[in-house]
T-cell receptor, first 117, second 110 residues
Framework: EAQVTQNPRYLITVTGKKLTVTCSQN?????MSWYRQDPGLGLRQIYY???????DKGDVPEGYKVSRKEKRNFPLILESPSPNQTSLYFC????????????????FGDGTRLSIL | QKEVEQDPGPLSVPEGAIVSLNCTYS??????FMWYRQYSRKGPELLMY????GNKEDGRFTAQVDKSSKYISLFIRDSQPSDSATYLC??????????FGSGTRLLVRP
């Protein structure tokens, strides 16, 4: 079964305490991405990765880091979290290549709800 | 102004009704258009994907793209209570950045 697994699912933490949200996929997909979802704003892309060691900024990358050392994992790092990063975060993966990546269904994880006090 | 506008709803319809969900956009470079369904406490799932203008049908779902009007639609025929969810449109140009609408909440009443 195609799966994108995020951990943790819920986290309450404090300002400035570094945290990492892990994302793992079992489909051998090249393309992975991170989104945050906020009421009234919908899903906004934070970072994406087209393959191992290839990452690029999405629409709202400030305050976040990512790495892609292996194909299956794409962790999201908040070096110094702030309350405005309180949100619902989704990781997604999809296959395909450079020509038509969206031909393959995009699989989302079930989300990580982060609260930063 | 947002690049993609979507009425948040909620849209409440009786079971069996035809549902019409819509998005407008401002960027004429968008060429890939998607509809996602998101149930409560779950990630979005891809429903329909359309490249450029035209219609695409998949079972009870039909996606329409009118690039001249910068308007896309998702029609759901014979709506079921299990269709109750939030529907998100998304689109992108030749880059890999996806722009989502804020979602329309749909409630199908038994």
């Amino acid at each position: 079964e195609a799966q994108v697994t995020q951990n943790p699912r819920y986290l309450i933490t404090v300002t400035g305490k570094k945290l990492t949200v892990t994302c793992s996929q079992n489909m051998n997909h090249e393309y992975m991405s991170w989104y945050r979802q906020d009421p009234g704003l919908g899903l906004r892309q934070i970072y994406y990765s087209m393959n191992v060691e290839v990452t690029d900024k999405g629409d709202v990358p400030e305050g976040y880091k990512v790495s892609r050392k292996e194909k299956r994992n794409f962790p999201l790092i908040l070096e110094s979290p702030s309350p405005n990063q309180t949100s619902l975060y989704f990781c997604a993966a999809n296959g395909g290549g450079l020509l038509m990546p969206m031909d393959q269904p995009q699989h989302f994880g079930d989300g990580t709800r982060l609260s930063i006090l | 102004q947002k690049e993609v506008e979507q009425d948040p709803g909620p849209l409440s319809v009786p079971e069996g009704a035809i549902v019409s969900l819509n998005c407008t956009y401002s960027n004429s470079a968008f060429q890939y258009f998607m509809w996602y369904r998101q149930y409560s406490r779950k990630g979005p799932e891809l429903l329909m994907y359309t490249y450029s203008s035209g219609n695409k049908e998949d079972g009870r779902f039909t996606a329409q793209v009118d690039k001249s009007s910068k308007y896309i639609s998702l029609f759901i025929r014979d709506s079921q209570p299990s269709d109750s969810a939030t529907y998100l449109c998304a689109m992108r140009d030749s880059s890999y950045k996806l722009i989502f609408g804020s979602g329309t909440r749909l409630l199908v009443r038994p």
